[in-house]
């Protein structure tokens, strides 16, 4: 008779294969875990510790913050002074997201209809170029480009044309010294920094935009302007929508560009990090930042039913 062969000792590993492969939920488990804990504990119970915060309300005379439920500090909103940094927010956002659209969808377009082989990637590099760089490197270099003495001055100044700038900055709401401390100069530096976040959406969308179709409108005696109103717009619609998604809410919650860029007006950012600093007043400052979350949440909802999340 011969001896029956000694099976090898199964190792940790192979225990641990066989265990996953007979219960793969508890595979699932282990993998989901840690992604849930951080998104459920850090994330989403900061923003319950903010929402609980928006509740209280602090003692005018004391200082001190009481825990007893009220809705006093959103009454607070409503006063003309806050209520003035939530529409300028609002509104800024709201300029900032239409103009990199129409500043994106020309670039997008070409990228996604006639850009090929070295021109697209030249068209990625560009458009990724800026988003590499530190964003308060940009921010600054924007401070001096906007500046009296920089370059735009200066080229102002050469060509005589400095009575253009000096107008725009006397026209009511865009009033300042200069480019670089006016809302216009915070308006071009959100479009310059958001811009990428537009046009990759965009561009990925307008990709989608079947070829036979725009063949068929010309078949059927569209002319250009007509298949791009009624074909290529109405495809391209949920990427511009994606886009705005970023372009509007990071516009909303910024607070270094504004205190950069056009110090003399105040926007939900800065209240937010000066009243939990300077001021002490948490409350308010976690009743103006969920007014973003919100406004985002509503947003959000509309940009899902047009299709937008198929853009992104």
Same mark, same amino acid.
């Given at each position: 008779?011969?001896?029956?062969?000694?099976?090898?000792?199964?190792?940790?590993?192979?225990?641990?294969?066989?265990?996953?492969?007979?219960?793969?939920?508890?595979?699932?488990?282990?993998?989901?875990?840690?992604?849930?804990?951080? #998104?459920?504990?850090?994330?989403?119970?900061?923003?319950?510790?903010?929402? #609980?915060?928006?509740?209280?309300?602090?003692?005018?005379?004391?200082?001190?913050? $009481?825990?007893?439920? &009220?809705? $006093? &500090?959103?009454?607070?909103?409503?006063?003309?002074?806050?209520?003035?940094?939530?529409?300028?927010?609002?509104?800024?956002?709201?300029?900032?997201?239409?103009?990199?659209?129409?500043? =994106? /969808?020309?670039?997008?377009?070409?990228?996604?209809?006639? @850009?090929?082989?070295?021109?697209?990637? @030249?068209?990625?590099?560009?458009?990724?170029?800026?988003?590499?760089?530190?964003? !308060?490197?940009?921010?600054?270099?924007?401070?001096?480009? !906007?500046?009296?003495? +920089?370059?735009?001055?200066? %080229?102002?100044?050469? &060509?005589?044309?400095?009575?253009?700038?000096? +107008?725009?900055?006397?026209?009511?709401?865009?009033?300042?010294?200069?480019?670089?401390?006016?809302?216009?100069?915070? /308006?071009?530096?959100?479009?310059?920094?958001?811009?990428?976040?537009?046009? #990759?959406?965009?561009? *990925?969308?307008?990709?989608?935009?079947? &070829?036979?179709?725009?063949?068929?409108? %010309?078949?059927?005696? *569209?002319?250009?302007?007509?298949? /791009?109103?009624?074909?290529?717009?109405?495809? =391209?619609?949920?990427?511009?929508? %994606?886009?705005?998604?970023?372009?509007?809410?990071?516009? !909303?919650?910024?607070?270094?560009?504004?205190?950069?860029?056009?110090?003399?007006?105040?926007?939900? +950012?800065?209240?937010?990090?000066?009243?939990?600093?300077? *001021?002490?007043?948490?409350?308010? *400052? =976690?009743? /103006? @930042?969920?007014?973003?979350?919100?406004?985002?949440?509503?947003?959000? %909802?509309?940009?899902?039913?047009?299709?937008?999340?198929?853009? !992104?």
């Amino acid at each position: 008779m011969t001896a029956p062969a000694i099976l090898p000792a199964r190792g940790l590993a192979d225990r641990l294969t066989g265990l996953f492969w007979r219960h793969p939920r508890v595979l699932l488990a282990l993998l989901l875990t840690p992604p849930l804990l951080w #998104l459920g504990v850090v994330y989403l119970g900061s923003l319950a510790a903010l929402l #609980l915060q928006s509740f209280y309300a602090i003692d005018e005379f004391s200082g001190v913050v $009481k825990e007893e439920f &009220t809705l $006093k &500090t959103y009454g607070e909103l409503l006063r003309p002074s806050n209520f003035d940094i939530l529409v300028r927010t609002v509104i800024m956002a709201a300029c900032v997201t239409l103009a990199c659209a129409a500043l =994106a /969808f020309p670039i997008a377009y070409y990228a996604a209809r006639y @850009a090929r082989g070295h021109w697209k990637a @030249a068209f990625y590099l560009g458009v990724m170029l800026p988003l590499w760089s530190s964003y !308060l490197v940009k921010v600054y270099a924007w401070k001096l480009i !906007l500046a009296k003495e +920089g370059i735009i001055g200066w %080229a102002a100044e050469r &060509t005589h044309t400095s009575w253009i700038i000096d +107008g725009l900055l006397s026209i009511p709401g865009l009033e300042g010294s200069s480019l670089s401390t006016s809302p216009l100069g915070t /308006f071009a530096v959100f479009c310059y920094i958001w811009l990428p976040y537009m046009i #990759l959406p965009m561009q *990925a969308a307008l990709e989608r935009v079947p &070829t036979s179709m725009l063949e068929a409108s %010309a078949d059927l005696g *569209a002319t250009r302007a007509q298949a /791009f109103r009624t074909v290529v717009l109405p495809l =391209a619609l949920p990427g511009v929508i %994606a886009g705005s998604i970023f372009t509007f809410s990071l516009t !909303l919650g910024d607070y270094i560009i504004p205190q950069i860029i056009g110090n003399s007006a105040n926007f939900i +950012g800065m209240a937010v990090y000066q009243l939990q600093g300077t *001021a002490g007043n948490i409350p308010l *400052a =976690a009743a /103006f @930042a969920v007014v973003p979350i919100l406004i985002m949440l509503v947003y959000l %909802a509309l940009a899902r039913r047009m299709g937008a999340f198929d853009a !992104l």
